[in-house]
């Protein structure tokens, strides 16, 4: 298990404010690491973690188990990689990307063969959301 504060490998930075002990925001931020990313998680109580989303400019109707921050951009739940370096490359005017809930299949919820179908959303800047890429389920 990672420490508080510890961080897995060099790469791109990247925030990760998560509750303690959460074993798919870990294996998230395995996942994050294979793929080029540096995630440092940092452990918060419940109420202060949905404070800190919410002040981040999460919709409640977008969130999910940790948030990260990468270059600016909020990520939000289990999106995968691909997506926030597609967010980094194309740079839009927006809050960032949201994974709601906890979808079977997705990056950290990756256990076994099965999938859920799930969107990934970008969050704008006025809290509206958009669908920014899907997955299919299996």
């Known amino acids: 298990m990672l420490a508080a504060g510890q961080s897995l490998a060099q790469g791109t930075p990247m925030d990760v404010k998560k509750t303690n002990g959460c074993g798919c925001c870990l294996a998230w931020m395995e996942r994050m690491e294979e793929s080029g990313f540096a995630p440092e998680g940092d452990d ?9 989303k919410l002040d981040m400019g999460v919709p409640p109707k977008m969130v ?13 739940g289990h999106v995968p ?13 927006a809050v960032g990307l949201a994974v709601p809930g906890m979808p079977i299949g997705s990056p950290g919820m990756d ?14 800047r006025d809290g509206a959301t958009e669908v920014f890429s899907s997955y299919p389920g299996n």
Do not use: N
């Not at 918060?44 to 800190?52: D, I, P, Q, S």
């Not at 999910?64 to 939000?76: M, N």
């Open 44 to 52: 918060m109580f419940a109420g202060l973690l949905v404070r800190y």
């Open 64 to 76: 999910s188990c940790h948030t990260a921050v990468v270059e600016g951009y909020v990520i939000e």
């Open 81 to 93: 990689a691909a997506d926030i370096r597609k967010l980094l490359d194309e740079r839009p005017d």
């Open 111 to 124: 256990f076994g063969d099965g999938r859920e179908a799930f969107d990934v959303f970008l969050i704008g």
